[in-house]
């Protein structure tokens, strides 16, 4: 499975972006065999868990930092899968990833930047 991030950016705090990640590359799975999820690496800390979605899209998991302002979503028909991210805080900067999985294999992309700077 191949993904790409896109839609990082330089945006100020409270400011909102919205990264996609495309999927391709299936073989023996389509991408609604998947669940997804977001994760980022802020500067200096290691990468740690943003969202994540089920395969259906009928259930979705946040880390408390971000509840209430970042939303995962996903087009299993494209192939997609969306974060919005709202009222960004500084320490929402980061290198944004997104990961697939299903059992005990996993895919990441090589991630987008999120910069959040007054």
């Known amino acids: 499975v191949h993904l790409v991030e896109s839609g990082g950016g330089v945006v100020q705090p409270g400011g909102s972006l919205r990264l996609s990640c495309a999927a391709s590359?299936?073989?023996?799975?389509?991408?609604?065999?998947?669940?997804m999820n977001w994760y980022r690496r802020a500067p200096g800390r290691e990468r740690g868990f943003v969202a994540a979605?089920?395969?259906?899209?009928?259930?979705?998991v946040y880390a408390d930092s971000v509840k209430g302002r970042f939303t995962i979503s996903r087009d299993n028909d494209k192939n997609m899968m969306y974060l919005q991210m709202n009222s960004l805080k500084l320490e929402d900067t980061g290198v944004y990833y997104c990961?697939?999985?299903?059992?005990?294999?996993?895919?990441w992309g090589q991630g987008t930047q999120v910069t959040v700077s007054s």
């Open positions: 590359g299936f073989t023996d799975f389509t991408f609604s065999s998947y669940a």
């Open positions: 990961n697939a999985v299903r059992g005990s294999r996993g895919s």
């Open positions: 979605i089920t395969r259906a899209g009928d259930n979705t």
